[in-house]
């Protein structure tokens, strides 16, 4: 069971553990850090600025040195010249303190300085004039790798295999000072085993190491970086893609100048045929390369630059060609447009006037229509009027015959009993009846009944419809057993068409005064205009009446 238990803790640990990001997500980092660039190397300025400001001036001689050392550090991979400088100025302070170790370390320094700017004579001279064997231990360690990188970056000059032997050679020696806990050994271990070809050894290191270190690590971008050469040697596009970014977006937001990440990456999007980024990480790169003044940088990317330009060069006359065709297709579409617009236009003009046309025949039409049912309405109120008329003059007409046949009887009885009085020679009761006015009353008194009979049978709702033209408080009040008063006779002879007051008078047998006096005081009591009283009147039967 404890055997079990050791295989599947070591299954474990051999499985790579990559980055949790995708390769989408981290190029989106780069690309944000590319856009940043400048950012970061204004917080590396400050962080210098800021470090200048201590005063050397009140420095003892090592404390000077070390301060310059710290400039060095600062400098080394972001401005060679500026690390020069204060190499120089260490080299000074060695030789006044006549100490050996200051000066070999500054030497050494200075070695790896000059290297990397294409000095290659006075960096070799350097290295030569400075003896091995007493250098200490530690100082032993920087000897080592200023030879492995004096070779490494004249091979980039000058490539030829015994170099890379030199290489290999100075890197087993400095293995044999390094300590073995540190980050340093295991790296420069993990280059050996790559050199040997043993890439999953090397791999399974690195990714053990990739999943312990920190972001803002120095040795994060050699991880990755190392990590994205064996998945190029594997040829694992995306992880090599991946780890490519990883190293670049480290050494961008460190402001790493002196840096391989961004030229291996823009191979790899070649590769895949996206120049565009391809061109825009070398251009990236020979910036930081000039800026750095590190001169093997820029003879590496110089092969690499030329092939990309050259393809994106091509690419961007392609673009231009196409453009160009695209500014003679919008050309020729926005030609056709202004044709189209104007045409559109004199067409919206022209329903434009003739909706207006449109609109005012409408209009005349509505107002047409409106005369016409007004018209109508005229009509069919002349119609009602007329048919009315009819009515009331045939209902006229039948009691005229009755009433004409009845006083008819009625006189041929009063002339029988005048003529059989007159026989009788009874000549005073003969004038006792011609002098009474009793009959003649009586006469009235049945006239105004059947009149008030006959009007009511034609209009049942009168009295209450010429109420509804009054004011509440003065509406009219019939007494037990009329059926029509005086006023309301006068304003019923107004309905049949009898307006004239003098007519009015004789028929009902009042002088003209109390009938004008009837009919004002009657447009005085109106609850509608006094002006419209009596021609609402007339409507009385024919229409509703509204207060």
Do not use: W
Request: aromatic share 12%; glycine share 2%.
């Amino acid at each position: 069971m404890k055997n079990y238990l050791l295989f599947l803790l070591f299954v474990l640990l051999s499985i790579p553990v990559y980055s949790s990001d995708s390769t989408d997500t981290i190029l989106a980092k780069l690309n944000d850090a590319l856009k940043n660039k400048e950012h970061y190397v204004r917080l590396k300025e400050e962080r210098i600025l800021n470090f200048k400001k201590i005063k050397s001036d009140d420095l003892t001689k090592e404390q000077e040195y070390n301060y310059n050392k710290t400039l060095y550090t600062e400098y080394q991979k972001f401005n060679s010249d500026s690390a020069i400088f204060y190499v120089k100025k260490n080299l000074k302070i060695a030789d006044q303190l006549q100490n050996k170790e200051l000066l070999n370390l500054a030497n050494l320094q200075l070695v790896t300085l000059y290297s990397s700017s294409g000095k290659y004579r006075e960096s070799e001279a350097l290295l030569k004039s400075i003896d091995k064997n007493s250098l200490s231990k530690s100082l032993l360690q920087n000897y080592y790798v200023a030879y492995r990188e004096f070779f490494e970056h004249y091979a980039a000059n000058s490539y030829d295999i015994k170099y890379l032997q030199q290489i290999r050679s100075y890197r087993d020696s400095l293995l044999t000072v390094l300590d073995p806990n540190t980050v340093n050994y295991q790296i420069t271990k993990i280059q050996q085993a790559m050199s040997q070809k043993k890439l999953q050894l090397a791999e399974k290191q690195l990714l053990q190491l990739f999943g312990s270190i920190k972001e803002d690590n120095p040795q994060y971008a050699m991880i990755t970086y190392l990590l994205g050469s064996i998945y190029e040697a594997s040829h694992q596009l995306e992880l090599r893609k991946k780890y490519y970014a990883l190293s670049a977006t480290s050494d961008i937001k460190n402001a790493n100048k002196d840096n391989a990440s961004l030229q291996e990456l823009a191979l790899v999007f070649y590769q895949v045929g996206d120049v565009d980024m391809a061109y825009k990480l070398t251009q990236s790169a020979i910036e930081d390369a000039l800026y750095c003044n590190v001169q093997f940088r820029t003879l590496l990317m110089s092969e690499v630059y030329s092939i990309i330009n050259t393809v994106y060069l091509e690419r961007e006359a392609q673009r231009k060609t196409e453009l160009q065709l695209y500014l003679l297709c919008i050309s020729l579409l926005s030609a056709f447009l202004i044709v189209a617009i104007i045409y559109v236009y004199k067409q919206m003009k022209k329903v434009s006037r003739i909706r207006g046309e449109l609109y005012e025949t409408s209009q005349k039409l509505a107002n047409l229509n409106k005369d016409i049912t007004e018209t109508n309405n005229q009509l069919q109120e002349r119609n009602a009027q007329l048919s009315e008329s009819n009515h009331i003059k045939e209902e006229y007409i039948a009691h005229f015959f009755s009433l004409c046949s009845t006083y008819i009887n009625k006189l041929e009885n009063y002339r029988i009993i005048l003529n059989k009085k007159a026989t009788a020679k009874q000549f005073d009761e003969i004038y006792k009846m011609l002098k009474s006015t009793t009959l003649v009353d009586n006469e009235l008194e049945e006239l105004y009944k059947n009149f008030d009979i006959i009007f009511l049978n034609l209009y049942p709702t009168f009295v209450k419809d010429f109420n509804a033209l009054l004011i509440k408080e003065e509406q009219i009040v019939l007494k037990q057993g009329e059926l029509l008063n005086t006023e309301l006779r006068i304003f019923a002879l107004i309905r049949l068409g009898i307006t004239d007051s003098v007519k009015i008078a004789a028929f009902l047998r009042y002088s003209l005064s109390t009938i004008y006096n009837y009919r004002t005081r009657a447009r005085n009591k109106a609850a509608v205009s006094r002006n419209d009283f009596e021609e609402m009147v007339m409507k009385i039967g024919l229409i509703s009446v509204k207060v």
